[in-house]
């Protein structure tokens, strides 16, 4: 089982960055897969990026590609989402998803583990 916490999330214009962090607990974190999803209000989690565990596969929704990047440091137990060139359409709650499956599903329901997530607003 593992525990996921995310941060740094807030309120920024259209156009700034975010970085957001999501802090894996236990020592098997090399073993997930992990995802970043997003949820807006009235609408319908949806997949926004993923890696794979040994970081050599990313995947990306149409929507972020070329703004967002996602890593991970397996050392750390942690795995990031570089937010550039934000859009007021990327105001969401963010959150962190893992699986022990090494496949990377754009489907919620396929992931095991989930964080409590982190608001993220962009201003026009």
Same mark, same amino acid.
């Given at each position: 089982?593992?525990?996921?916490?995310?941060?740094?999330?807030?309120?920024?214009?259209?156009?700034?960055?975010?970085?957001?962090?999501?802090?894996?607990?236990?020592?098997?974190?090399?073993? !997930?897969?992990?995802? @970043?999803?997003?949820?807006?209000?009235? *609408?319908?989690?949806?997949?926004?990026?993923?890696?794979?565990?040994?970081?050599? /596969?990313? !995947?990306?929704?149409?929507?972020? *590609?070329?703004?967002?990047?996602?890593?991970?440091?397996?050392? *750390?137990?942690?795995? /990031?989402?570089?937010? $550039? $060139?934000? *859009?007021?359409?990327?105001?969401?709650? /963010?959150?962190?998803?893992?699986?022990?499956?090494?496949?990377?599903?754009?489907?919620? $329901?396929? @992931?095991?583990?989930?964080?409590?997530?982190?608001?993220?607003?962009?201003?026009?």
């Amino acid at each position: 089982q593992v525990h996921l916490v995310e941060s740094g999330g807030g309120l920024v214009q259209a156009g700034g960055s975010l970085r957001l962090s999501c802090a894996a607990s236990g020592r098997t974190f090399s073993r !997930y897969t992990m995802a @970043w999803f997003r949820q807006a209000p009235g *609408k319908e989690r949806e997949f926004v990026a993923g890696i794979s565990r040994s970081t050599e /596969y990313t !995947y990306y929704a149409d929507s972020v *590609k070329g703004r967002f990047t996602i890593s991970r440091d397996n050392a *750390k137990n942690t795995v /990031y989402l570089q937010m $550039n $060139n934000l *859009k007021p359409d990327d105001t969401a709650v /963010y959150l962190c998803a893992a699986d022990q499956g090494s496949i990377v599903s754009q489907r919620f $329901n396929d @992931w095991d583990y989930w964080g409590q997530g982190t608001q993220v607003t962009v201003s026009s």
